[in-house]
């Protein structure tokens, strides 16, 4: 097959974009120096658009916070977030066909075998979701923010054992210090406690960051296994069973709720711009995983946290404590240490 | 002059230790590896020796803390640390004197060249003990240790500066991640009022950061000018200079309480264990910058406070902090990554 080929091609390509530098060196027709100065651009603009996405998101739910409560349905909201997905990559989709015409890497129709993978990712977190109910008897709400950077390690691992990619010993390094630091960042004065957790609730803790970690590194797989495929065509496929799976959750958890006060009941302009936002960061993590990694996802949300509490201070008038300043300093080192310590090749 | 070849021999073989290392790969001969290993072990010794010393002073503060206070004048213990150091020095020399005769490198008599800049050091340390006592109208004591992780900075850019060696990019790094992970490892609930020191006490603690990292890197120097000349020589000198300025500290300060109460008013065992103490330490840092460099006593220094408080936990039932761990871990990556950074030659 040709794009099997092709398939490997883009693997050494999609590395963490070591290859854009240690290629330098080499001769290289300039074509080439195109299509990877082409691949860098796209590579650097989605994780951008991730960073500002992410940062805004968790602005937009501090606003939401202090605007008061709104009772909408979450599961409403979730399921109003996977079709908008859906209906964008159609959107982009029919773009594709005028301009392109229908081929076979982004034609809508699928196999079996291309489909079967896609309700997976989905199903890890809805696993994840439910646990979640069952972690807050061992663990408050703060204590499992600080525990919730367990994620990043997890990620680092599988990335490691599942996609097989290498890290440098410095990058590994730099992946602890990320670690350290978003939780540095953190802090808060009663952050302590959370070394009293009790052993089942470590135990929830590292089986859900391995379940959400597993659920991201397993999508990256899938979107990379056919890398000519068109990106909305595979995010059309992902988000209708996220439309499926979160119609289920609708159903048994807010059926009453919807049936007597109407699937929009409680809905503000702040709610639509919540899903609006929502649905454009899931586009932007599928063209992460796509472009990138889940290593540059990783950094990327790490760095927007940063981003949002510093924003918080001119917009919310939120103090920045000394614990904040530490933690944001190990994390842009780890920044620097990622990209000062790729792999020679 | 036969000593400035050996000189600049010496000055290769002391930066940090990566001649060792990138060695290995040259063409040497054994006798050659054999002074470099003897070298490798000297350094190691008195890196552990100034490692435990400086956290088991920590201790014994502690302890004597615990133990109630006892009312002896400060100076005279101070002076007590400097004569102890010089009748070490001695001794230690009288040894080698039975055993390789007097010689040029280990006779006591000296000239004006080479002692004019011994005082240096010790005057320095006194501007900075007076400063001390200015600077706590606008930090109270835990907000001062937490801005003395400035003299970390301080000291690796004046060694940068001063002494002209050269520190890798990661290695750089690893001294960014070492100060915030020394800071993030004592911070306490109260912290963050650190923020809101006044103008006046960020830069006189600026100033006191500068002051005592050039006093190390000055140290460094005059005790490396002269490679071959014998250590316990060059520490002979600085102490004498150590006790004249501590006996005119006890002129000025405890004169009164010395007169009538006496020179050893209020000591105990503790006081006796901590004035050792304090004496190998001084002997250990000075043999940590003949045969290592202030790099090398920061780290150790920093290793020492995180032994510090681990050894409280078994010892006083201190409890440790979330953020101990987090400044801990961080602090263990910098150390790894100061010897993965090594300078390739």
């Known amino acids: 097959m040709e794009y099997r080929k092709i398939k490997d091609q883009d693997k050494d390509g999609d590395a963490g974009g070591e290859d854009i530098e240690s ?9 080439n120096v195109d299509v ?36 909408y349905s979450v599961t409403t909201a979730n ?50 979701n439910l646990l979640q109910y069952y972690i807050f008897a061992y663990v408050d709400a703060p204590g499992y923010q600080i525990l919730k950077n367990l994620n990043i390690i997890s990620t680092g691992v599988l990335y490691r054992i599942i996609l097989k990619k290498k890290l440098s010993e410095i990058q590994w390094a730099a992946f602890i210090l990320l670690c350290a630091g978003c939780t540095t960042a953190q ?32 999508t990256e797989a899938i979107i990379k296994k056919r890398p000519m495929r068109n990106i909305n065509v595979q995010n059309f496929w992902l988000y ?16 009453d709720a919807v049936m007597n006060k109407g699937f929009f009941h409680g809905y503000s302009f702040i709610t639509v711009l919540m899903i609006v936002n929502h649905a454009l960061s899931g586009i932007a993590v599928s063209m992460v995983m796509k472009y990138a990694d889940n290593i540059v996802k990783v950094y990327s949300t790490s760095v927007a946290m940063l981003l949002t509490a510093v924003v918080s201070v001119f917009l919310f ?25 790729k792999l020679q090749r």
């Open 23 to 31: 290629s330098r060196g080499k001769a290289h027709s300039v074509g």
């Open 317 to 341: 008038g939120f103090n920045l404590s000394l614990a904040f300043f530490l933690g944001s300093t190990v994390v842009s080192v780890a920044v620097y240490l990622h990209s000062a310590g």
């Open 79 to 128: 399921f109003m977030v996977e079709t908008l997905k859906c209906a964008l990559s159609l959107a982009a989709l029919a773009r594709t066909w005028r301009s392109e015409g229908v081929t076979e890497d982004n034609r809508l129709n699928t196999t079996l075998d291309e489909v079967i993978v896609f309700p997976i990712p989905a199903a890890l977190y809805l696993v994840k």
């Open 36 to 71: 990877e100065r082409t691949r860098w651009k796209r590579k650097s603009a989605v994780t951008i658009a991730l960073t500002v996405l992410t940062s805004s998101q968790a602005i937009l739910i501090v606003w939401s916070k202090r605007a008061g409560k709104y009772e």
């Open 240 to 255: 209708v069973f996220g439309m499926i799976f979160n119609a289920g959750a609708i159903l048994v958890q807010d059926f």
């Open 187 to 218: 802090l808060k004065s009663n952050s302590d406690h959370v070394l009293q957790t009790p052993f089942q609730g470590w135990v929830m803790a590292i089986v859900m960051a391995l379940l959400s970690g597993f659920a991201g590194v397993y």
